[in-house]
Structure formats: C-alpha cells, structure tokens
C-alpha cells in the first residue's frame, strides 16, 4: 500500500471519529512520536522555570514569581501533550511506564518550587543564605538533569556520567538542610523561626522530587545501554 493509500485511510478513520479505527490504523502504519525529543524539552523548560525561580529570589522574592510562573504554564501543557501523544502511541523507545513516571515527576519538581514560593510570599519570608545556597545546589541539580537528557538517546552511556554529580547535589542539599535546621533550632524559639523552618523543609521536598527524577533516569539509562 503506498503513501497515498495510507493517506485516505488516516482520512477515513478521522471522518467516522473511531478511536478502534484509529489504533487499526496505527498498527500497520505506527506515527512516530519523538518521546526523547519532548522529554527533552519538557526537561529543558523545568531548568529554566528553576531558574527563573531562582532569580526571583535573588531579586528578595517580592511579588508573584511571573517568569516562573508562565514557565510552568508552558511545562504543564507540554506534559499534557506528552500524555495524549503517550496513549496514542503503539510503541515507545523504552517502557511507557517509565516515560509517564519521568514526565509526571519532572512536573513535580516545579510544582514543589511553586509551593515553597507560595509559602514564602504567605509568610512573608526573605530569602536568607541557606534558602539562597539550597536554591542554587538545586538549580544546578536540575540544569545537570536536562543537560543529561540531551545526552540520552544519542548516547545513554555519557549520559549516565551525569548521574552521580547529580546525586551528590542532592546530597549537599540535605546537609545544607540539616546545617540550617541546626542553627535555626539555636536558642529561643519564635514564629519567625517557625515560619522559616516550614521554608526550609519545602527546599528539601523539592531537591527530593529531583532525586526521585534521576532515580528515574537512571533506569531508563540502564534499560538502554
């Protein structure tokens, strides 16, 4: 059947709207779905809304974050898209599940950066050294995790050499955690204090989300090589 056969049978199927005919139609002729290539993007969008998120903090966090909130905009309807193109897929270049996983996870990390901008702009909280170095093993973090994705198709074994970096980030988060904690539990305790312990703990919950990713990725990586 040459082109333009397959061409008026697409045709057909879009005429009498059958989701049955659609996916007859996709097993002899599978579209292709360049999911590395929106796994990509989706996690080039997440770098620059952290990014973004970051900057607004150095700028002392005043007033809605708008970069980082239209990057967020931008990376939840990619995901959308990415999910409706997933279940319309026959095949995928590695589990489905694990796309899914990976897409929805990376989402998370953004929306955990928006709670703790939430949070921050409720309480009225200033971004002090500890918000400001978490912020910044973060954003790395997650620059290092798109940079990997660029990696992945072409070259999955150089994109696993990103991984421990990318684990040892996430590790100095948690200590620069700890440290803050410690000090901040340091004599008496005060609502501000309250407050900015709460700030703190969501800069952990989001470096968390970003170790769930690379959890991720790195399976992916190892299903691949």
Same mark, same amino acid.
């Given at each position: 059947?040459? @082109?333009?056969?397959? $061409?008026? /049978? !697409?045709?057909? +199927? =879009?005429?009498?709207?059958? *989701?049955?005919?659609?996916?007859?139609?996709?097993?002899?002729?599978?579209?292709?779905?360049?999911?590395?290539?929106?796994?990509?993007?989706?996690?080039?969008?997440?770098?620059?809304?952290? @990014?973004?998120?970051v $900057?607004w /903090? !150095?700028?002392? +966090? =005043?007033?809605?974050?708008? *970069?980082?909130?239209?990057?967020?905009?931008?990376?939840?309807?990619h995901?959308?898209?990415?999910?409706?193109?997933?279940?319309?897929?026959?095949?995928t270049?590695?589990?489905?599940?694990?796309?899914?996983?990976?897409?929805?996870?990376?989402?998370?990390?953004?929306?955990?950066?928006?709670?703790?901008?939430?949070?921050?702009?409720?309480?009225?909280?200033?971004?002090?050294?500890?918000?400001?170095?978490?912020?910044?093993?973060?954003?790395?973090?997650?620059?290092?995790?798109?940079?990997?994705?660029?990696?992945?198709?072409?070259?999955?074994?150089?994109a696993?050499?990103?991984?421990?970096?990318?684990?040892?980030?996430?590790?100095d988060?948690?200590?620069?955690?700890?440290?803050?904690?410690?000090?901040?539990?340091?004599?008496?305790?005060?609502?501000?204090?309250?407050?900015?312990?709460?700030?703190?703990?969501?800069?952990?919950?989001?470096?968390?989300?970003?170790?769930?990713?690379?959890?991720?990725?790195?399976?992916?990586?190892?299903?691949?090589?």
């Amino acid at each position: 059947m040459d @082109e333009k056969d397959e $061409k008026a /049978l !697409e045709a057909d +199927a =879009k005429v009498h709207g059958a *989701e049955p005919k659609r996916k007859f139609i996709d097993r002899i002729f599978p579209p292709k779905y360049d999911f590395h290539g929106m796994l990509r993007q989706q996690a080039e969008l997440t770098a620059r809304a952290i @990014e973004a998120f970051v $900057k607004w /903090l !150095e700028d002392g +966090a =005043k007033g809605p974050a708008e *970069e980082f909130n239209k990057l967020k905009k931008e990376a939840d309807e990619h995901r959308w898209h990415l999910e409706d193109e997933l279940i319309l897929a026959f095949s995928t270049p590695f589990d489905r599940t694990d796309i899914y996983d990976f897409s929805r996870q990376m989402d998370r990390i953004i929306d955990s950066a928006s709670d703790t901008a939430k949070e921050m702009r409720e309480f009225n909280v200033e971004p002090d050294e500890p918000v400001m170095a978490m912020a910044d093993l973060l954003s790395k973090a997650v620059r290092a995790l798109s940079d990997a994705l660029q990696k992945l198709e072409s070259d999955p074994t150089e994109a696993e050499k990103l991984v421990p970096s990318m684990r040892r980030l996430h590790k100095d988060v948690e200590r620069s955690y700890l440290d803050a904690i410690s000090f901040l539990l340091t004599g008496e305790v005060t609502m501000e204090k309250i407050k900015r312990k709460e700030v703190y703990h969501n800069f952990k919950t989001v470096m968390k989300n970003v170790g769930f990713t690379v959890d991720i990725f790195h399976r992916v990586v190892v299903s691949l090589v």
